[in-house]
């Protein structure tokens, strides 16, 4: 994936958070497809009908058909409903493609959505005990990012708040704890948002995860490489995801990873849960999507006056 721009959120007033992904207990589902991150959600797509064609005869079928099968198999909730070795013989059989046009072409999507993640990120060669924790609020056209760093975070009680109609290339945050800092505005790309985090607040969300998944893809098209994953079938943060494990022919600068792990939904097109090794071999990045909740927000949910606030 390309240097992403998924949470350079803060430092000392915001921090890191890609999904990421994707990729725990699902309330409902958030947007993802081939939009750019940022950009607006898809509308979900009708119902489909059961699919016929049986799960161990989908491999014989072509690319689109593939494609199809699991959109509806995914709808029907099919997938959640295979054990393991059912999926992993699945996954295992479909064309190289098809995950990747699957997830593309995700019907499942939402103009505004509340998610919980966990995030951990190599800064400066050093990896974080614990986890940051956080709740974030999105809405598109225009982006409006709501974050908050939770209790059981390191950096528990941090905000920050980004309206692209207000200031584009701005962000308006604070730090935690007792006493708090006063808040004030910082670049989304300067070094206050780089310190605790390799992204900026625009990658927050699984669409910048399905962004970077994607041109991931295009590169390995273009080094002339089959991009062939490793499947299976893993509990994480207690819920079922499908694994791919790719491995590209170089890490980092040519490609955002060495090996990524990304973890299917089995209810909805999207990313749950990503994993993002170094060319040494040691984990940079972890992002797990806990819950992802579709819901309207009105204006008072960007606005650092709302009382529920602590600016």
């Not at 701005?170 to 935690?176: A, D, I, K, Q, T």
């Not at 009105?298 to 606005?303: E, K, L, P, V």
């Amino acid at each position: 994936m390309t240097k992403p721009r998924l949470h350079r959120l803060f430092t000392s007033l915001t921090c890191a958070v890609w999904i990421a992904a994707a990729m725990p207990a699902v309330a409902q589902s958030a947007a993802s497809g081939p939009a750019a991150a940022g950009a607006a959600a898809p509308v979900a797509a009708s119902a489909l009908k059961p699919p016929t064609t049986p799960a161990s005869q989908v491999g014989k079928l072509t690319l689109d058909q593939q494609v199809r099968w699991l959109r509806a198999a995914q709808q029907n909730d099919l997938l959640d409903k295979m054990d393991d070795a059912q999926l992993n013989m699945l996954f295992r059989s479909l064309d190289p493609l098809t995950v990747p046009r699957f997830v593309q072409e995700g019907p499942d999507g939402y103009p505004s959505y509340e998610f919980t993640m966990l995030r951990q990120e190599r800064i400066k060669g050093q990896w974080p005990d614990k986890p940051d924790h956080m709740l974030v609020r999105i809405a598109h056209d225009p982006l409006r990012i709501y974050a908050k760093w939770l209790p059981d975070s390191p950096h528990a009680g941090q905000e920050v708040i980004y309206d692209e109609s207000k200031r584009n290339d701005e962000m308006y945050g604070h730090l935690g704890g007792i006493l708090g800092v006063m808040p004030i505005w910082t670049s989304i790309t300067g070094s206050l948002a780089r310190a605790q985090s390799n992204h900026e607040i625009l990658d927050l969300g699984t669409e910048y995860v399905t962004t970077q998944f994607l041109g991931e893809g295009r590169k390995y098209q273009k080094a002339g490489v089959a991009r062939t994953p490793q499947v299976d079938t893993r509990t994480i943060d207690g819920v079922r995801v499908v694994a791919f494990s790719y491995e590209a022919p170089s890490g980092p600068p040519d490609f955002y990873a060495k090996k990524e792990v990304l973890g299917l939904d089995l209810r909805h097109p999207y990313f749950r849960t990503v994993e993002s090794y170094g060319s040494d071999g040691e984990l940079f990045e972890k992002i797990i999507f806990q819950t992802i909740t579709p819901k309207p927000f009105d204006d008072t949910s960007f606005d650092p006056k709302n009382p529920a606030y602590r600016f």
